[in-house]
DNA sequence: ACTTTTGTATACTGTTTAGTAAACTGTATA
DNA sequence: TATACAGTTTACTAAACAGTATACAAAAGT
């Protein structure tokens, strides 16, 4: 499992607890609704949170949710909804840009939005 | 879990049989390492496989691997770990393609394929 | 008829996931 | 100095996941 993701939670953390204390351990966990012990562990890496909470605690921490679940190695259900309604396109469409660089995915992005956005 | 993975492999595996007495449950068991009762619970909706399996499922069927997985509710570690790479830009790009129709990701995919392909 | 082969039912197993509960330790502070 | 709050440690747990092992009944060969 990911060591990063309790770091990451735990810096972000610690930067907002310096404009308000809000943000001790135990006021984050009250507000997932996780004990104390299971966010001291959530930070130190040895254990990951389900997705509904870690998406709960990306707002709470004012972070993208997908941001979050990435470092926790996970792609939210809503996204692999998306995917597995048509597997072979976004299959096709997911390795052909995996290696491209971000200007590539930006342009494609910002090609695919025309039409409706 | 999908009750419909199963129905599939089932009918897939009963096609193959048509033509070769090698796709009998017991057979396709042996070939992806499995006990012919797991095998059978597959086919019955009780059980999913695990990923690697579902891909060696996906070899003996002669199937699109990320067809089968999508019929268990799941993408494949390899797409989930470029997604996770990038995931501001994936999911950006995966929400803006989730309600297009085929041909717009066809589309996109040809003209993502330009450069590198 | 019998004996292989096929699919199935049942019960059990180890592992992982996602947590809880309680007690402990250090720190600040009134 | 006691009491409040902070983070941590340890031990435990319920449910889900990914299967195995055994035994059995029906069908197909020979």
Same mark, same amino acid.
């Given at each position: ?6 770091? %990451? ?13 809000? %943000? ?94």
């Amino acid at each position: 499992m990911d060591l990063n993701f309790g770091k %990451y939670v735990k810096s972000k953390r610690l930067e907002l607890l310096r404009h308000s204390s809000k %943000y001790t351990l135990r006021q984050v966990a009250l507000a997932l609704k996780v004990q104390p012990s299971f966010m001291s562990k959530v930070e130190h890496g040895l254990v990951l949170p389900s997705e509904p909470k870690i998406i709960r605690l990306a707002g709470v921490l004012q972070e993208d949710p997908d941001v979050l679940l990435a470092l926790a190695g996970k792609v939210s259900r809503e996204l692999r909804d998306l995917i597995t309604r048509r597997p072979r396109l976004f299959g096709r469409l997911i390795r052909r840009l995996g290696n491209a660089p971000d200007r590539e995915l930006l342009r494609v992005i910002a090609d695919a939005g025309e039409k409706q956005a």
